[in-house]
T-cell receptor, first 118, second 112 residues
Protein backbone atom coordinates (compact mmCIF):
# COMPACT_ATOMS: atom_id res chain seq x y z
CA UNK A 1 0.00 0.00 0.00
CA UNK A 2 1.39 3.38 -0.97
CA UNK A 3 -0.48 5.49 1.58
CA UNK A 4 -2.87 8.36 1.05
CA UNK A 5 -2.49 10.16 -2.26
CA UNK A 6 -3.84 13.53 -3.36
CA UNK A 7 -4.13 15.11 -6.77
CA UNK A 8 -3.14 17.67 -7.85
CA UNK A 9 -0.29 18.62 -5.53
CA UNK A 10 -0.48 22.25 -6.58
CA UNK A 11 -3.25 24.32 -8.12
CA UNK A 12 -3.22 27.95 -9.21
CA UNK A 13 -6.54 29.42 -10.24
CA UNK A 14 -8.18 32.76 -10.80
CA UNK A 15 -10.77 34.11 -8.44
CA UNK A 16 -14.24 32.95 -9.39
CA UNK A 17 -13.14 29.68 -10.97
CA UNK A 18 -14.15 26.24 -9.68
CA UNK A 19 -11.55 23.72 -8.55
CA UNK A 20 -11.76 20.04 -7.64
CA UNK A 21 -9.30 18.01 -5.60
CA UNK A 22 -9.10 14.26 -5.33
CA UNK A 23 -8.04 12.06 -2.43
CA UNK A 24 -7.33 8.32 -2.56
CA UNK A 25 -7.19 6.89 0.96
CA UNK A 26 -5.36 3.80 2.18
CA UNK A 27 -7.39 0.98 0.69
CA UNK A 28 -8.62 -0.70 3.86
CA UNK A 29 -9.54 2.56 5.59
CA UNK A 30 -13.23 3.33 5.78
CA UNK A 31 -12.89 6.80 7.28
CA UNK A 32 -11.80 9.86 5.32
CA UNK A 33 -11.25 13.42 6.49
CA UNK A 34 -10.62 16.74 4.75
CA UNK A 35 -8.72 19.56 6.44
CA UNK A 36 -7.61 23.04 5.47
CA UNK A 37 -4.32 24.45 6.70
CA UNK A 38 -3.19 28.04 6.36
CA UNK A 39 0.30 29.33 7.03
CA UNK A 40 1.29 29.17 10.68
CA UNK A 41 -1.80 27.25 11.73
CA UNK A 42 -2.69 23.67 12.45
CA UNK A 43 -5.07 21.74 10.21
CA UNK A 44 -8.71 22.82 10.52
CA UNK A 45 -11.34 20.14 10.13
CA UNK A 46 -13.65 20.50 7.11
CA UNK A 47 -15.58 17.26 6.74
CA UNK A 48 -15.60 13.55 7.53
CA UNK A 49 -16.85 10.45 5.71
CA UNK A 50 -17.44 6.98 7.00
CA UNK A 51 -17.62 4.82 3.91
CA UNK A 52 -19.77 6.87 1.51
CA UNK A 53 -21.71 8.72 4.20
CA UNK A 54 -20.73 12.28 5.04
CA UNK A 55 -21.23 12.32 8.82
CA UNK A 56 -19.83 15.66 9.85
CA UNK A 57 -19.29 19.07 8.26
CA UNK A 58 -17.57 22.03 9.82
CA UNK A 59 -19.14 25.45 9.92
CA UNK A 60 -16.02 26.47 7.97
CA UNK A 61 -17.44 24.56 5.02
CA UNK A 62 -19.47 27.25 3.26
CA UNK A 63 -22.01 26.55 0.54
CA UNK A 64 -19.25 26.95 -2.02
CA UNK A 65 -17.56 23.81 -0.71
CA UNK A 66 -18.84 20.34 -1.42
CA UNK A 67 -17.31 16.95 -0.84
CA UNK A 68 -18.26 13.51 -2.08
CA UNK A 69 -17.17 9.95 -1.60
CA UNK A 70 -19.47 8.17 -4.02
CA UNK A 71 -18.35 4.57 -3.63
CA UNK A 72 -16.72 4.78 -0.25
CA UNK A 73 -13.26 4.79 -1.78
CA UNK A 74 -11.78 8.01 -3.23
CA UNK A 75 -13.18 11.41 -2.34
CA UNK A 76 -13.41 14.76 -4.11
CA UNK A 77 -13.52 18.24 -2.64
CA UNK A 78 -14.89 20.96 -4.90
CA UNK A 79 -14.69 24.68 -4.29
CA UNK A 80 -16.97 26.81 -6.43
CA UNK A 81 -16.40 30.48 -7.19
CA UNK A 82 -13.03 30.49 -5.49
CA UNK A 83 -11.98 33.49 -3.41
CA UNK A 84 -8.51 34.63 -2.42
CA UNK A 85 -9.25 33.56 1.14
CA UNK A 86 -9.52 29.97 -0.08
CA UNK A 87 -5.76 29.90 -0.67
CA UNK A 88 -4.45 27.20 1.64
CA UNK A 89 -3.16 23.66 1.84
CA UNK A 90 -5.97 21.11 1.63
CA UNK A 91 -5.13 17.91 3.44
CA UNK A 92 -6.84 14.56 3.24
CA UNK A 93 -6.45 11.86 5.86
CA UNK A 94 -7.79 8.34 6.24
CA UNK A 95 -8.15 5.99 9.16
CA UNK A 96 -9.80 2.84 10.38
CA UNK A 97 -11.33 2.19 13.75
CA UNK A 98 -8.87 0.53 16.10
CA UNK A 99 -10.95 0.02 19.21
CA UNK A 100 -14.71 -0.10 19.81
CA UNK A 101 -14.65 3.28 21.51
CA UNK A 102 -12.61 4.67 18.65
CA UNK A 103 -10.14 6.75 20.60
CA UNK A 104 -7.11 5.02 19.10
CA UNK A 105 -8.03 6.05 15.59
CA UNK A 106 -4.80 7.10 13.95
CA UNK A 107 -5.12 9.29 10.89
CA UNK A 108 -2.67 9.02 8.05
CA UNK A 109 -2.32 12.09 5.90
CA UNK A 110 -1.72 12.60 2.22
CA UNK A 111 0.81 15.11 0.88
CA UNK A 112 -1.84 17.80 0.46
CA UNK A 113 -2.98 20.04 -2.38
CA UNK A 114 -1.67 23.57 -2.20
CA UNK A 115 -4.19 26.01 -3.67
CA UNK A 116 -3.37 29.56 -4.70
CA UNK A 117 -6.22 31.81 -5.78
CA UNK A 118 -5.11 34.89 -7.71
CA UNK B 1 -15.61 22.09 23.64
CA UNK B 2 -12.37 20.39 22.77
CA UNK B 3 -9.26 22.49 22.46
CA UNK B 4 -5.54 21.91 22.01
CA UNK B 5 -3.01 24.53 23.14
CA UNK B 6 0.63 24.67 22.13
CA UNK B 7 2.27 27.67 23.74
CA UNK B 8 5.73 27.40 22.15
CA UNK B 9 5.72 28.91 18.64
CA UNK B 10 9.39 28.06 18.17
CA UNK B 11 12.02 25.98 19.90
CA UNK B 12 15.74 25.45 19.39
CA UNK B 13 17.74 22.43 20.50
CA UNK B 14 21.34 21.40 20.11
CA UNK B 15 21.92 18.26 18.08
CA UNK B 16 22.01 15.12 20.27
CA UNK B 17 20.21 16.88 23.12
CA UNK B 18 16.67 16.14 24.29
CA UNK B 19 13.79 18.58 23.86
CA UNK B 20 10.26 18.77 25.25
CA UNK B 21 7.39 20.24 23.25
CA UNK B 22 4.41 21.29 25.35
CA UNK B 23 0.77 20.47 24.73
CA UNK B 24 -2.27 21.01 26.91
CA UNK B 25 -5.79 20.01 26.06
CA UNK B 26 -9.33 20.60 27.18
CA UNK B 27 -12.12 18.11 26.86
CA UNK B 28 -15.15 16.92 28.75
CA UNK B 29 -14.95 13.44 27.24
CA UNK B 30 -14.02 10.57 29.52
CA UNK B 31 -12.31 8.65 26.75
CA UNK B 32 -10.07 10.37 24.22
CA UNK B 33 -6.90 9.94 22.24
CA UNK B 34 -3.93 12.25 21.93
CA UNK B 35 -1.55 12.32 19.00
CA UNK B 36 1.60 14.05 17.84
CA UNK B 37 2.38 14.72 14.20
CA UNK B 38 5.48 16.07 12.49
CA UNK B 39 5.20 18.30 9.44
CA UNK B 40 8.47 18.92 7.54
CA UNK B 41 8.78 21.75 5.07
CA UNK B 42 7.49 19.40 2.36
CA UNK B 43 4.07 19.68 4.00
CA UNK B 44 3.13 16.07 4.69
CA UNK B 45 1.83 15.28 8.17
CA UNK B 46 3.69 12.32 9.67
CA UNK B 47 2.19 10.40 12.60
CA UNK B 48 4.64 10.07 15.50
CA UNK B 49 2.95 8.78 18.63
CA UNK B 50 -0.41 8.07 20.26
CA UNK B 51 -1.57 8.12 23.90
CA UNK B 52 -4.95 6.83 25.04
CA UNK B 53 -6.67 8.49 27.96
CA UNK B 54 -6.94 5.18 29.78
CA UNK B 55 -3.38 4.08 29.11
CA UNK B 56 -1.53 3.95 32.40
CA UNK B 57 1.93 4.04 30.90
CA UNK B 58 3.39 6.85 28.85
CA UNK B 59 3.67 5.99 25.17
CA UNK B 60 7.07 5.57 23.57
CA UNK B 61 8.07 5.15 19.92
CA UNK B 62 11.81 5.02 19.37
CA UNK B 63 13.23 8.46 20.23
CA UNK B 64 9.76 9.86 20.88
CA UNK B 65 7.98 9.62 24.19
CA UNK B 66 4.82 11.24 25.42
CA UNK B 67 4.75 12.64 28.95
CA UNK B 68 1.06 12.22 29.77
CA UNK B 69 -0.23 13.96 32.91
CA UNK B 70 -3.96 13.40 32.91
CA UNK B 71 -4.77 15.52 35.95
CA UNK B 72 -2.97 18.47 34.41
CA UNK B 73 -4.40 17.72 30.97
CA UNK B 74 -1.00 17.82 29.39
CA UNK B 75 0.58 15.58 26.75
CA UNK B 76 4.11 16.80 26.15
CA UNK B 77 6.29 15.26 23.45
CA UNK B 78 9.87 14.42 24.38
CA UNK B 79 12.38 13.90 21.58
CA UNK B 80 15.62 12.37 22.77
CA UNK B 81 18.98 12.62 20.99
CA UNK B 82 17.78 15.27 18.52
CA UNK B 83 18.87 14.95 14.91
CA UNK B 84 19.07 17.57 12.18
CA UNK B 85 16.20 15.81 10.41
CA UNK B 86 13.96 16.52 13.38
CA UNK B 87 13.73 20.17 12.33
CA UNK B 88 10.04 20.61 11.45
CA UNK B 89 6.67 21.77 12.72
CA UNK B 90 5.15 19.56 15.41
CA UNK B 91 1.42 19.39 16.03
CA UNK B 92 -0.45 17.99 19.00
CA UNK B 93 -3.92 16.65 18.23
CA UNK B 94 -6.89 15.16 20.04
CA UNK B 95 -9.60 12.95 18.69
CA UNK B 96 -13.10 14.27 19.21
CA UNK B 97 -16.38 12.65 18.29
CA UNK B 98 -16.19 12.89 14.51
CA UNK B 99 -13.09 14.98 14.02
CA UNK B 100 -9.62 15.70 15.22
CA UNK B 101 -8.56 18.96 16.85
CA UNK B 102 -5.06 20.30 16.22
CA UNK B 103 -2.96 22.86 18.03
CA UNK B 104 -1.19 25.73 16.29
CA UNK B 105 2.09 23.86 16.28
CA UNK B 106 5.66 24.32 17.47
CA UNK B 107 8.50 24.94 15.04
CA UNK B 108 11.55 22.97 16.14
CA UNK B 109 15.02 23.83 14.87
CA UNK B 110 17.90 21.50 15.59
CA UNK B 111 21.25 23.29 15.70
CA UNK B 112 24.37 21.41 14.60
Amino acid sequence: DTGVSQDPRHKITKRGQNVTFRCDPISEHNRLYWYRQTLGQGPEFLTYFQNEAQLEKSRLLSDRFSAERPKGSFSTLEIQRTEQGDSAMYLCASSSRMRPSGEQETQYFGPGTRLLVL
Amino acid sequence: AQKITQTQPGMFVQEKEAVTLDCTYDTSDQSYGLFWYKQPSSGEMIFLIYQGSYDEQNATEGRYSLNFQKARKSANLVISASQLGDSAMYFCAMRGYHQFYFGTGTSLTVIP
